[in-house]
């Protein structure tokens, strides 16, 4: 059965930092992109970072371009999403996601997400 | 960057209703188009792929259609569990882009 949970959310001031966390279970982790999608509050998906199977590629969202990374760990089947210089429009619901196959969507199994808020 | 365009954003039906979603590209995205279905307080679960493929395990009252920029997200015969926000995705070139949603409700 193919899990993927989330962790490392919660309340941050702006301008501070987050890592969050998923660990994956089920499958083949080293064959599959895995991606970063949130979800502002009562608001549609937005894409956010994609990292190939093999993490020698990256993909970011202008939005988050520059303050955000996405690596992941092979050997324990997990992904991150490094979080700098927060924003209030950052706030949202942080779900990982896996790519159906290779290295592209559509994603075929996500998380249960993580909640990010971030506030003074 | 390819803007994704749903419509209606919000609709009523009624149990053993067909209804329609359209998503419409801003540029050719061949096939390259998902469907989503999010339940409230839940995560997306992936309906259909490659604009007409359905995903393992889904119903087969829902169904997709179109290519190029034009594309149609049917359910025929409504049910209750079809309640939720479903969304088109296009996956034909960074950064991946999402339709605005559009929210199903029973009447």
């Known amino acids: 059965e193919v899990r993927l949970v989330e962790s490392g959310g919660g309340l941050v001031q702006p301008g501070g930092s987050l890592r969050l966390s998923c660990a994956t279970s089920g499958f083949t982790f080293r064959h599959y992109a895995m991606n970063w999608v949130r979800q502002a509050p009562g608001k549609g998906l937005e894409w956010v970072s994609s990292m190939s199977g093999g993490g020698g590629r990256s993909y970011y969202a202008a939005s988050v371009k520059g303050r955000f990374t996405i690596s992941r760990d092979n050997s324990n089947n997990m992904v991150f999403l490094q979080m700098n210089s927060l924003r209030a429009e950052d706030t949202a619901v942080y779900y990982c996601?896996?790519?159906?196959?290779?290295?592209?969507?559509?994603?075929?199994?996500w998380g249960q997400g993580t909640v990010v808020s971030v506030s003074s | 960057d390819i803007q994704m365009t749903q419509s209606p954003s919000s609709l009523s039906a009624s149990i053993g209703d067909s209804v329609i979603i359209t998503c419409q590209a801003s540029q050719d995205i061949s096939s390259f188009l998902s469907w989503y279905q999010q339940r409230p307080g839940k995560a997306p679960n992936l309906l259909i792929y490659d604009a007409t493929t359905l995903q393992t395990g889904v119903p087969s009252r829902f169904r997709g259609s179109g290519s190029g920029t034009h594309f149609t997200f049917t359910i025929s015969s409504l049910q209750p569990e079809d309640v939720a926000t479903y969304y088109c995705q296009q996956y034909d070139s960074l950064p991946y882009s999402l339709g605005q949603g559009t929210k199903l409700e029973i009447k």
């Open positions: 996601a896996k790519v159906r196959y290779g290295d592209y969507p559509p994603w075929d199994y």
